[in-house]
């Protein structure tokens, strides 16, 4: 695997990233204006302890992705299913129907939340975190039991739950984990508790956490549709070490990333858009939601209408 530039000067440049998207001739008007680069800043050289300094990342281009020949949904196969895993306890917790409505607006597909399931001690390998001294579950053992209880009409089953998560036996903790092939993911929502880390619960609370929340959802969600870690723009899909770097994510896609999920799934690039600009209204996500009006008058301004 190749590794990504370490100092400023090396990052990808204007054209890198122009040809990560691919030529835009012929698509939609819209959807061509969507993917211009103007509103998205590159993404920075990585700090010391951030993901592309420890996990090293070539990136994927658009005609990379399309010759990974990722799942797609399919006339069958078209609803995204959330799987709650372990309680979610009232104002300790994101809300799973706020989550559901974001997916919806996100990937422009319907989503639908499942009957919690409890985790019961043996049924899952666990852990004591050295760090926290708080129980984790491996990753491993949830993505085999989604593996068992994907619906058939599922494009894919997302497990979504408020215990903290460990890949492997070395790592310390991981905030989420999927299976493009499988189409299974399992994403703890643990560590974006400010009380997780002895934080207060201000006032604020539960918008943080559920912002927080959404981010990891729509990721790792996407990297079922076959979509790698971006290197090339400020994106939800970057990599995260550490939660300052998940926090410094967008909500939204950058346009390599965009044409990638666009592209799998098919929708209408403004629906999207508003779609998403309604959802960020009612949570509270003023940044976002101002964003996304931004680009939404743009693509108006354009022509579309």
Known sequence: MAAFPAIASERPETEERLKAIGPTNGLPPALQRALATEDFAPLPAPGPQDWLAVHPEPGQSFEEFQRSQPNRPEEQRRIIY??????????????????????????????????????????????????????????????????GHLPEDAFCLLGITMEDLYPNPSWNFVFGEASLRERVGVYSFARYDPAFYGGAQEGDYQKLLLWRSAKVLTHETAHMFGLAHCIYFKCVMNGSNHLQESDARPLHLCPVCLRKLQWSIGFDVVKHYEHLHQFCQRAGFEDEAAWIARRLKELREDGYK
């Open 82 to 147: 959330l799987q709650p895993l372990g309680n979610f306890p009232e104002k300790q917790s994101p809300s799973t129907e706020m989550l559901r409505q974001y997916a919806a607006a996100f990937f422009q597909m319907e989503v639908k939340i499942l009957t919690s399931v409890n985790i019961v001690p043996g049924d899952f390998t666990s852990r004591t975190n050295r760090t926290t001294n708080r129980r984790q579950i491996l990753t491993r053992d949830m993505l085999r039991w989604l593996q």
